[in-house]
């Protein structure tokens, strides 16, 4: 717990540093938020992934989000998030179970708030600082050799924290290139812990709302 709070810190102080990037048309972040939130939102809806390695398994961790758009400058949105398909790990001697061999999966499945704020644009090109805050709940279960039998099941609940940068290159009026690396942390007790770790994000962003509003417009 004690090495989470210090890692947030760390990065709450890189966010803070960061805010004073300057846009070519606003003189810090607060005037920019003020001046977008003034404009009528656009409602979207979006994917999320992260790529991450939890308890040294490379895990991806999944999402949909849904929310609005001001003036292309700030998004506030909800999203849910949980891992599609956890990995199972095989363990010896686990002093959990009280058997020698047993096979542990971890998931996690939580609903965020979040904020996107873009602090620079160029032509084509976009670059924003993504945060969120959620609750959810962390699930350890330990199975038979047989990976079928369940034998155990452990529920804790988890409060994520993520805090990064995104990239996106628009190469069509609904779709961009989209990468990104940040961190999530994972508070709650030492076995949600563990599951604080560094992500990456790379791929294809489907603009859904943008996609509608183009089709609407071919008519």
């Known amino acids: ?14 966010f803070i540093l960061s805010l004073n990037v300057k846009s070519e048309a606003q003189n810090n972040i607060l005037d920019s938020v003020r001046i977008a939130l003034r404009e009528k939102p ?4 979006a994917f999320h992934n992260r790529n991450t390695v939890i308890n040294v398994q490379r895990t991806k961790l999944y999402g949909i989000v849904g929310g609005f758009d001001f003036n292309k400058k700030i998004k506030l949105y909800l999203g849910v998030y949980g891992f599609v398909k956890p990995n199972k790990l095989l363990l010896t001697n686990h002093p959990i179970t009280g058997i020698d061999s047993v096979y542990r999966s971890i998931n996690t499945e ?24 959620g609750i959810g709940s962390t699930q350890y279960k330990y199975w038979n050799l047989d990976q079928n039998t369940l034998i155990k099941k452990n529920n804790y609940i988890t409060v994520p924290i993520e805090i990064g940068t995104n990239a996106y290159m628009k190469i069509l009026p609904f779709a961009a290139l989209k990468g990104g ?3 999530r942390f994972s508070i709650g007790q030492k076995e949600v812990t563990r599951l604080t770790s560094p992500y990456y994000n790379i791929g294809m962003a489907l603009l859904i709302g943008e996609g509608i509003q183009f089709f609407k417009n071919l008519n």
Do not use: R, W
């Open 42 to 45: 656009t409602f979207f809806v």
């Open 181 to 183: 690396i940040g961190y």
């Open 110 to 133: 939580n609903i965020s708030i979040g904020a996107d704020y873009t602090f620079y644009t160029n032509k084509k090109i976009y670059l924003s600082i993504p945060f969120q805050l």
């Open 1 to 14: 717990m004690n090495k989470s709070l210090k890692l947030i810190k760390i990065f709450v102080v890189l």
